[in-house]
T-cell receptor, first 114, second 114 residues
Framework: NAGVMQNPRHLVRRRGQEARLRCSPMKGHSHVYWYRQLPEEGLKFMVYLQKENIIDESGMPKERFSAEFPKEGPSILRIQQVVRGDSAAYFC????FGQGETQYFGPGTRLLVL | GDSVTQMEGPVTLSEEAFLTINCTYTATGYPSLFWYVQYPGEGLQLLLKATKADDKGSNKGFEATYRKETTSFHLEKGSVQVSDSAVYFCALSDRSTNAGKSTFGDGTTLTVKP
């Protein structure tokens, strides 16, 4: 019973490049959430998606960041023209239902921008 | 908006000591409450949860009781082990809105010494 899968686990990019982070939710889960964890800080909500829909993107930076969860395939968090301040751990979580339900987390992608 | 305040760390205890990590919350609706644990280099693992007032969540010797009157969800363990060393996050998910996201505290680092 595979849990939430994220890849890559580690990603190194130079300033100005694009970063693409992938998340496959647990089997049977149709709700996906992305969080960012800066060093020595807690998790900050970025975006909540269901299949083919963005439900809440109130935590997403207005520029350079986008997310999708297509009908087929994993959810993708895309960061264009990365800057050093984007260096963080990005965690994906999934749940079977929406509000109030337990979210199960993936191992995270650690992005380092040089 | 919703918020979670955790006792600041780091916390250092000797093996078999009693642990309390304080957590208080502010929510506009009626949240579910969670404790997650994060080991170095890993994602968050659900430790325990409670969904309504006076519920007690428990797992692996850890306990927390949902106190609506004091808006608290303090984590306790009677006798900690070295293997409990990790970062602990208190979180809430508001069931009365359609947001679905979880709000996290900043985390408390626990170190248990033999």
């Amino acid at each position: 019973n595979a849990g939430v899968m994220q890849n890559p686990r580690h990603l190194v990019r130079r300033r100005g490049q694009e970063a693409r982070l992938r998340c496959s939710p647990m089997k049977g889960h149709s709700h996906v959430y992305w969080y960012r964890q800066l060093p020595e800080e807690g998790l900050k909500f970025m975006v909540y998606l269901q299949k083919e829909n963005i439900i809440d993107e109130s935590g997403m930076p207005k520029e350079r960041f986008s997310a999708e969860f297509p009908k087929e395939g994993p959810s993708i968090l895309r960061i264009q023209q990365v800057v050093r301040g984007d260096s963080a751990a990005y965690f994906c979580a999934s749940s079977a239902f929406g509000q109030g339900e337990t979210q199960y987390f993936g191992p995270g992608t650690r992005l380092l921008v040089l | 908006g919703d918020s979670v305040t955790q006792m600041e760390g780091p916390v250092t205890l000797s093996e078999e000591a009693f642990l309390t990590i304080n957590c208080t919350y502010t929510a506009t609706g009626y949240p579910s409450l969670f404790w997650y644990v994060q080991y170095p280099g890993e994602g968050l693992q659900l430790l325990l949860k409670a969904t309504k007032a006076d519920d007690k969540g428990s797992n692996k010797g850890f306990e927390a009781t949902y106190r609506k009157e004091t808006t608290s969800f303090h984590l306790e363990k009677g006798s900690v082990q070295v293997s409990d060393s990790a970062v602990y996050f208190c979180a809430l998910s508001d069931r009365s809105t359609n947001a679905g996201k979880s709000t996290f505290g900043d985390g408390t680092t626990l170190t248990v010494k033999p």
